[in-house]
């Protein structure tokens, strides 16, 4: 009615305005950590409801990991066990059988052997049954890689046109029972060092014309031959430097050799004494360890 009237009471009333509130200054920038604890703190309370869901899943999450980690060390320690794939292996498989039916003791100092644990099969009937009859088996069981070896470098040489090969072995022991298995298989097995020395004094006898002032005096007859052939096999160096214009060489051709020291497809001499230590001892070898091996 007022306004109606234009009383100026009519009139509405605008409402004061309103102070804005003052300013705050910016929150300083927390630091990484900081941020990360915040964050933490959001996800914890957000998932204060799911806590128990979660945990449940923790407990089987970290139950199922700790079963797959005992599986799998259960499986480490497992390696050497007789249900391991790795025993199943032909090599393992032999390498148990000689380990379990071995009887261990310490070898120390004893010839071409270091010292430490060696292992040596049980005979079947045990010590007490143990004879020389099985003791010479053993080493020929121990013989079969050399004479396969020697074998197949036979096949090789027959291959190739030759009828005899030079073998040179590593002991005395080893050379005789290489002797007896290749003789068993009907090869002609014999050491070629006097056969050797022999022609070379022969063909030093034919010769005597052209050595005049070299030869020494000799005997006449068969002990004359005989007593250059012992001088030749004395100091077969001495020999080369003396005669092998006229003859030839004094070493032996080496086609086979199961020493070491001793290369294959090298010539030595091969004389009455052989001094490993001896200062051209590089140059010599035992005329004992050499055989001839004919076809």
Known sequence: RARRRGHPSGQRRRPAAREAPPRQAPAPAMGAA????????????????A????????????????????????????????????????????????????????????PGK?????????????????????????????????????LKCIAWESDHGRTATNVYCASQERCELLAMDLRSRMFGVTNPVRTWYAAKAKLILDSRARLQGILPALPQGPEGEEYLLRLLYADPAKAEAQYAGQVGTFKIFVDVSLDSSTANGHSYFFGAEYHPHHPGHQHNRDSRLLLKVEW
């Open 34 to 49: 900081q941020a990360a604890q915040c964050e933490g703190r959001t996800r914890t309370r957000k998932d204060r409801g």
């Open 114 to 150: 270091a010292k430490g644990m060696a292992f040596v099969p049980t005979p079947a009937g045990g010590w007490s049954s143990f004879t020389a009859r099985e003791a010479r088996g053993r080493a020929y069981d121990a013989l079969k890689m050399e004479v396969e070896y020697i």
């Open 51 to 110: 806590g128990v869901e979660r945990s449940d899943s923790r407990d089987s999450s970290a139950s199922s990991g700790s079963g797959s980690a005992e599986s799998a060390g259960q499986q480490d320690k497992d390696i050497f066990n007789q249900q391991s794939d790795v025993w199943k292996m032909p090599v393992m498989a032999e390498l148990q059988h000689t380990v379990q039916n071995a009887s261990p003791f310490m070898v120390g100092g004893a």
